[in-house]
Nanobody, 116 residues
């Protein structure tokens, strides 16, 4: 079955950097669009970034453009989110998502807290 496992969340100060990882299994990783979302309690999940097959097409939310970089490793079946110049507004639980056969699968999430 499809499984997504996020890791890398931490508590850190504004201006810091962090890389999140999402290890995937149970589907043909290289053929699927992969996304990172984030959610603050009481709010809907927000799309942060997405990456297409081969990594040639990427998309970012305006709020993270020029600070975050999404990438993928099709050998390790892992998608990454490099986050730079972090701000308190980036505090959230971060999730990765994949759609397989028209079903959306989510990981359990990893907490990122940015605070001085």
């Amino acid at each position: 079955q499809v499984q997504l496992v996020e890791s890398g969340g931490e508590y850190l100060q504004p201006g810091g950097s962090l890389r999140l990882s999402c290890a995937a299994s149970g589907f043909l990783f290289s053929s699927h669009w992969l996304s990172w979302y984030r959610q603050i309690p009481g709010n809907e999940r927000e799309l942060v970034a997405g990456i297409g097959r081969g990594g040639g097409l990427v998309k970012y939310a305006d709020s993270v453009k020029d600070r975050f970089i999404i990438s993928r490793d099709d050998v390790k079946n892992t998608v990454y989110l490099q986050m730079n110049n972090l701000k308190p507004d980036d505090t959230a639980v971060y999730y990765c998502k994949v759609r397989v056969d028209r079903i959306d699968y989510w990981g359990q999430g990893t907490q990122v807290t940015v605070s001085s």
